[in-house]
């Protein structure tokens, strides 16, 4: 919409709980999109350009889905070209669903800010919403991950494949897992053989804060399934969790950064959960 001159955003309030800007790169049309990219944000200005511009020329629209960033990410995100939706965050799964819900688009293909894609990936996953193959529902995309401008090839880290290239109306995330979200499809699923590029974490000091964040929601899910803390939990989790990533993940092949991944994530995955776990079951008095 122009007045005087100048390009003016509609506010679209469709619930009390979503609130969509509609940027004037991307307006609304009567047709159904073929194909969506979404970015669920909070505070991701600085990826902004370079994950848009990797998604724009060839999709049919990209959404950055914001819970209130405070550092510029809606505008940087409408300056790159994408439309910007607002909604409260609550959790990882609730936020994808509303997403998922609000978008009206035959695809969806959800994209994390610090994730790049590719012209390869591009030109396969174009094929696949063109053949639109009825028996699919999903397609899964495996990843390269870089962490701290390491890529990791084991461990874990690859393929490491995420279930993100859904058709809008046959998938479903999982209420009950409110963080590492699992998708529901109602029909098959597909691979894709190239990858998305993940900068997973650029210093130590972010891995450390999202490892503690995702500790702390693993104590929450071990909590509602009614597990309680045992001695042996606090020595035996992490040796397994180590023995796992080093050994039968072969993280050992990524030389000095891999054993030292290994070892953080047998401290984060194994023995911190367990830790916020006592420390729940003390505050509430329980024995």
Request: charged content about 20%; aromatic content about 12%; proline content about 4%.
């Amino acid at each position: 919409m122009v007045e005087g001159g100048h390009t003016r955003e509609r506010l679209v309030t469709l619930s009390p709980f979503h609130h969509f800007t509609l940027s004037p790169y991307h307006p609304f049309t009567n047709h159904m999109h073929t194909l969506t990219a979404i970015i669920i944000t909070k505070n991701e200005a600085h990826n902004m350009a370079d994950c848009i511009a990797s998604l724009r020329q060839w999709v049919d629209a990209v959404v950055v889905f914001d819970s209130g960033s405070t550092d510029g990410t809606q505008d940087a995100a409408r300056a790159a070209g994408a439309l910007v939706m607002l909604r409260p965050w609550d959790n990882f799964a609730a936020q994808r669903q509303a997403a998922l819900d609000a978008v009206e688009s035959r695809w969806i293909l959800f994209v994390d800010a610090d994730e790049r894609a590719t012209a390869p990936l591009a030109a396969e996953v174009r094929a696949l919403v063109q053949a639109d193959d009825a028996a699919i529902a999903g397609y899964w995309i495996p990843r390269r991950n870089f962490i701290v401008g390491q890529e990791m090839r084991y461990g874990g880290y690859f393929p490491d494949y995420q279930l993100r290239l859904l058709r809008r109306g046959r998938a479903q995330y999982d209420a009950a897992r409110e963080v590492h979200e699992v998708v529901q499809l109602a029909g098959e699923a597909g691979y894709l053989r190239e990858p998305l590029i993940h900068y997973n974490y650029t210093s130590w000091a972010q891995f450390h804060r999202k490892q503690h964040q995702y500790a702390a929601y693993e104590a929450l899910i071990l909590a509602g399934r009614g597990i309680r803390p045992r001695p042996h939990n606090f020595v035996l989790q992490p040796l397994r969790e180590f023995r796992r990533r080093y050994i039968t993940l072969q993280g050992w092949r990524d030389g000095v950064g891999g054993l030292r991944l290994a070892l953080l994530l047998a401290w984060y995955y194994g023995f911190m959960p367990y830790v916020y776990l006592a420390r729940g079951f003390d505050n509430s008095g329980a024995s």
